[in-house]
């Protein structure tokens, strides 16, 4: 778990992250058809939660899945049928990258432990076996 003691600047990014959320919360219109509230606002928001989390893994399988959702590759603006499969791939992209990170690291560091068990256990066989 990381370190609970906030810090100042991590204080302000969140509260960044969050006042960006609310401006989209309270600007966006879910009827409009404009680019501004089917594509900018919503990343602006993404923006926020990434600020506010702190935490890439999360704010990309949110975009995947919510740009994955709004996909429509037969319509006629671009957004729908562009921007947001775009998002989905990079996002999906992101997240594969991330979780092999995360397993070749955890590999890592077993593979290490074991490593290290294997060595106190010989080496307290040989102090056994010297005495």
């Known amino acids: 778990m990381k370190d609970l003691n906030p810090t100042q600047p991590s204080t302000l990014l969140r509260a960044a992250g969050l006042l960006l ?9 879910e009827n409009s058809t404009l680019t501004t509230h089917t594509l900018w606002l919503p990343l602006m928001m993404a923006l926020g939660a990434g600020l506010a989390l702190q935490n890439v893994l999360a704010v990309a399988l949110a975009i995947t899945a ?5 996909t429509n590759l037969q319509a006629d603006d671009w957004v729908t ?4 499969p775009t998002l989905a791939t990079i996002g999906a992209v992101l ?3 991330i979780l092999t990170i ?24 040989e102090v056994s076996s010297n005495s």
């Open 66 to 70: 919510l740009s994955g959702i709004h």
């Open 102 to 125: 995360r397993f070749r690291r955890n590999i890592a560091a077993s593979r290490a432990a074991r490593q290290a068990e294997r060595e106190a256990r010989r080496q307290k066989s």
């Open 81 to 84: 049928a562009r921007a947001y």
């Open 21 to 29: 959320i609310l401006i989209g919360i309270f600007t966006f219109d």
């Open 95 to 97: 997240i594969a990258i």
